[in-house]
């Protein structure tokens, strides 16, 4: 009887905790401005993206020669009827923007969930099982930093052609290392804890362990990487675009915009300086939504 009152305690106070935990993590959140802003940043970039069809005042391919090189309205000879102006096609530059983010965001998130399912499942089976397991996970982790992320890229996307899903594909295998490693580390650090014991004491297979035990405990360290990572993958697809084997015309990209403004940048600046603006606000606020996130997880470890 004392033991099934002891029980019906602890899954009284197992309840009554989860919500505390989850008010504490929310004071934390609303009180971390950097985070707060960016988060705000970031939802309106992503909310215009989603919905560019219909806030974008433009077609983003219609073409319009007679007004080429168009000022944006804040500068002398601009015009409210293209905010931001027009390129060198007299197309609509803020809806190439807009549409751009759609591109960025595209890229920057596919590419981490492809390159973080292959670095987390090496990271996790190289820090559980250990051995001989994990020397042959570290060796592979070892060849892929030998290769410089630029080079090898520039050179796959050169011989199977600059495409979307090209770009995708090449970053997606190429970047999965920063995950291996955190996810490797902080497996080994889980698994010496007690309750991953407990669970090999009672007789849980290996799958349930990991899937139920180790994988929860390091979901932070993963979601944190994933935003730093999303950030790396948008501006190496800007690098890849602007030196032509990224994303191809007439398809909306940042990078693309930028290197298709290089000829105009003494007398038309702004055709650079607009897209590498959002660029940066894009990346700065992924950015720094990752730092919040490693804030709010653990903030004992933060000073």
């Not at 979307?164 to 920063?178: C, E, K």
Request: with cysteine; proline share 5%; charged share 10%.
């Amino acid at each position: 009887m004392a033991l099934g009152l002891t029980s019906a305690t602890a899954t009284v106070g197992e309840i009554e905790l989860a919500p505390a935990l989850g008010t504490v993590r929310l004071r934390r959140m609303l009180g971390h401005k950097s985070f707060v802003i960016a988060g705000a940043i970031l939802s309106v970039i992503v909310v215009l993206a989603v919905a560019a069809p219909l806030v974008a005042p433009y077609d983003p391919y219609a073409q319009d020669l007679g007004n080429r090189l168009v000022p944006p309205a804040f500068m002398d000879g601009g015009s409210w009827a293209h905010p931001f102006g027009t390129d060198a096609l007299g197309r609509d530059y803020l809806t190439r923007v807009i549409y751009g983010a759609r591109v960025s965001l595209m890229i920057g998130v596919l590419t981490a969930l492809m390159s973080g399912l292959i670095g987390a499942v090496l990271g996790v089976i190289a820090g559980y099982f250990g051995g001989r397991i994990d020397a042959v996970i570290c060796y592979l982790l070892a060849v892929r930093l030998s290769m410089p992320v630029v080079l090898i890229a520039l050179a796959v996307v050169s011989l199977v052609g600059g495409s979307l899903t090209a770009v995708i594909m090449v970053m997606g295998l190429l970047l999965w290392d920063r995950y291996a490693v955190v996810m490797r580390s902080a497996t080994q650090q889980v698994r010496a804890l007690d309750y991953v014991a407990a669970a090999q004491a009672v007789g849980a297979s290996t799958p349930r362990i990991v899937l139920t035990e180790v994988l929860p405990n390091v979901l932070n360290s993963l979601i944190v990487v994933a935003t730093f990572e999303i950030a790396h993958a948008i501006l190496l697809e800007a690098s890849l675009s602007f030196l032509g084997l990224g994303v191809q015309p007439p398809l909306p990209s940042w990078g693309l915009m930028i290197a298709e403004g290089r000829q105009h940048l003494l007398f038309e600046p702004w055709v650079i300086v607009i897209p590498g603006i959002a660029l940066s606000i894009l990346v700065l606020s992924v950015n720094m939504i990752g730092d919040g996130i490693r804030d709010i997880a653990a903030p004992e470890n933060r000073s």
